[in-house]
């Protein structure tokens, strides 16, 4: 069974950097593209960034110049470093894989950013 846990949401003042985590467990023996998304109250789930096995990246427009993406495949753990957080980053953030055409969700972080 694949499991995806988040860590490290919280309360942030407009300006302030947070860090999240994706840890990746269960019986994987390739490394997956792993794909961060937030919702915020009353909007769709959006995409944020994601990263694959080559360490490419992808990001939305809205988070480029301030988030980064990087992956430890020695901890099958994604990290997403956000920088400069707007009150508008305020959502729950989720990561998500596809494995063998599974599609695997965490249970979410929620990050806030308010004054």
């Known amino acids: 069974q694949v499991q995806l846990v988040e860590s490290g949401g919280g309360l942030v003042q407009p300006g302030g950097s947070l860090r999240l985590s994706c840890a990746v467990s269960g019986k994987i023996s390739s490394i997956y593209p792993i794909t961060w998304y937030r919702e915020a109250p009353g909007k769709e789930r959006e995409f944020v960034a994601n990263i694959f096995s080559s360490a490419g990246t992808n990001f939305a427009d809205s988070v480029k110049g301030r988030f980064t993406i990087a992956r430890d495949n020695a901890k099958n753990t994604v990290y997403l470093q956000m920088n400069s957080l707007k009150p508008e980053d305020t959502a729950v953030y989720y990561c998500?894989?596809?494995?063998?055409?599974?599609?695997?969700w965490g249970q979410g972080t929620q990050v806030t950013v308010s004054s």
């Open positions: 998500k894989t596809v494995i063998r055409g599974t599609i695997y």
